[in-house]
């Protein structure tokens, strides 16, 4: 289920922008720019703190938190498949669940992520901090690796899965690894904050996502019943 489900995720994804829906623009600007009281939130970090003709230690730390997301939910999955297998179909209808829920929202509102809106107009001054990075690292690995990954849809970014995904993980930890729990949800925050800064989504994408995330949670609660550690037998004698 777990590898099934994200592989197939990743496949329908690509298409989810191929359906005639039109792309969505405005609405999250304005949903953002509501909630700050007429500011944009990635305008007003990037304009603080980013410089394209030097890249800094923030810049690296966001776009590092950000392509982590890659790699911390497998590791993850991978401790409760070796630690706790009984509870894994449950942590796997929480992942997949999750995944899938966003991709009903790909499908059904493809949406601009803020360095797209900025590329069109509708953001000016918003750039997207990643390209800058990848390139003064290494441009073409950089952008062999965006191609695979990134490219197949460049407009889905409500929700945000990043958020999603990472939010679920502390959710999963809250209840079966708490001591981790804390460490999850300041890696969220940590990812919510590069997410907006990067210019990869706004904050409603992230609002969302942990709306996905709660609602797995509970589904998987539902269909996949924690199951306990068994008792201790008393020895016989």
Known sequence: VYVAGIFVYTLLRAYADETGVPVRIEYPIHFDRWLFLG?????????????????????????????????APHALAVGVFLMDRRNFPRFA??????MWLGLVLFFAVPTAPPWFAGELGALAGVRRI??????????????????ALGEPNSVAAMPSIHMAVTFAMYLWARRHIPALAPWLLGYSAVMALSLVYLGEHYVSDLLVGVACAFAAWLAASRFAPEIPEPAMQPADT
């Open 39 to 71: 500011t944009d939130p990635t305008l007003w970090l990037q304009r603080e703190i980013f410089d394209p003709r030097r890249i800094g230690f923030v810049d690296y730390a966001a776009v590092a938190t950000h392509w982590s997301f890659f790699i």
């Open 93 to 98: 209808l929480l992942m997949v669940g999750t």
């Open 130 to 147: 990643m390209d800058y990075v990848g390139g003064s690292i290494h441009g073409s690995a950089y952008s062999s690796l965006y191609a």
